[in-house]
């Protein structure tokens, strides 16, 4: 039975193609929403413009009531595990790389209010421009660690720095985060670029300047791929959102 | 509450260090188990070397009453959207790569035998010699479907080449894997090496007889990173057992 959907499933995706189509969960159907967002955190699922809509409850529920808290200390204590392994230089070279949006800080509440719908970029600046983000929970726990045991930290955003660079750096204070040897944000030159583009090229910076990076840590598959992606790569859960 | 455990975890973790020793779930705990096995598949949980083991009846339920077809299944159909988007060239140069255990043939009857315990080679070169197999669901079609739209389909497989080509052929074909155009498994210059650098190895000559690897398939991150690995990868979920 179960082969038999996979099969018409499989010949329907070949004649639909269409992302959503073929295969129309119910509202609330839990287990399809389970694997679509897996999928996501997989980085099987791509250049999605939204939440499936019959999977916003799920995702308002994924992200309130538990579950992403709980996903969130496991990559916490994955990088602390792997940390703890690390010994940093005494040049003061080894470095971590965080990036901003639901990595250090939550949308939840702005993502939430919105139900969970297409990017509106004035919206969202409107909102990073508040920098009343509550921090993702457990991160400046963990940067502070990382800070403790002699890594260099550095904050790299797509955000755009001439807008939003008091605001993001306002926010990141007032959620813990001190102490970051440089926030790095999107100035004019980049504006328009993929965040694998802009975010390669900072990193290649930060190697230039002799940093190594030991850890990379964000919430989008494009904060870590493209060059100089570190030596390791943490994917904070994010089902709320995909930048490409 | 929460946050407060997240604190107290990343604390135990940097003093701790240990992968399972600090955050002991209970048997049978849901949602724990969920969390690793979502940090497996985004390949922030590495190098485990078996399930955990309170986690041993989740992953067996999870592969058996229904969520892994349908993981496996959302797989498929994300891949079939994707091929159908490509046109493969005339040139006949347009390739898949598909991976051979718990990609296109399933373990599971063997690992759930084995209670998910650690990797034992005598006892899987046994298995895998008997060559019973079932595919993995959805996975014949699939490949069916990729020749139809004109790829060629190579399959590559760490399996050692010696004793288990002929077995391995005679499973791939009982399951529907026919028509692939070349079977590739670790010849004895490759024996010891892990999988990434055996498999892009493969996949560069793949490359120098001028094939054009449009999509990559796997259960294993290994599969999927190094060198060559192709347009776009496909990672098919697998909470069993982690190849480095």
Redesign the interface.
């Known amino acids: 039975m179960?082969?038999l959907?996979?099969?018409l499933?499989?010949?329907a995706?070949?004649e639909g193609?269409?992302?959503w189509s073929?295969?129309p969960p119910a509202a609330g159907d839990e287990?399809?929403c389970?694997?679509?967002?897996?999928?996501v955190?997989?980085?099987?699922?791509k250049n999605w413009p939204t939440v499936p809509p019959p999977c916003v409850g799920y995702v308002w529920r994924y992200m309130a009531w538990?579950?992403y808290?709980?996903?969130?200390?496991?990559?916490?204590?994955?990088i602390?595990?792997y940390?703890?392994?690390l010994a940093a230089g005494d040049d003061g070279l080894d470095a971590w790389v965080f990036d901003v949006d639901d990595t250090c800080l939550s949308n939840l509440f702005y993502y939430q209010a919105k139900q969970f719908g297409a990017y509106d970029p004035v919206a969202f600046k409107k909102w990073a421009s508040k920098a009343i983000c509550p921090g993702v929970?457990?991160m400046a726990?963990?940067f502070q660690?990382l800070r403790g045991r002699g890594f260099r930290v550095f904050i790299l955003s797509g955000r755009d720095q001439q807008t939003l660079a008091s605001s993001t750096a306002a926010n990141l204070a007032a959620a813990g985060f001190a102490g970051y040897d440089r926030l790095i944000m999107r100035s004019a030159e980049y504006r328009g670029m993929s965040a694998v583009v802009f975010k390669s090229a900072m990193r290649m910076q930060l190697m230039e300047e002799g940093y190594r990076i030991r850890g990379n840590v964000g919430d989008q598959w494009s904060d870590l791929q493209g060059d100089f992606v570190g030596d390791r790569?943490?994917?904070v859960?994010n089902p709320m959102y995909f930048v490409p």
Chains 1, 2 share one sequence.
């Open positions: 179960a082969a959907a996979v099969l499933l499989v010949v995706a070949v193609g269409a992302a073929f295969w287990p399809y389970l694997s679509w967002r897996v999928m955190e997989a980085n099987n699922a538990g579950q808290a709980r996903d969130v200390a496991g990559v916490a204590d994955q602390a595990a940390a703890a392994q929970p457990g726990q963990l660690m790569v943490f994917k859960p």
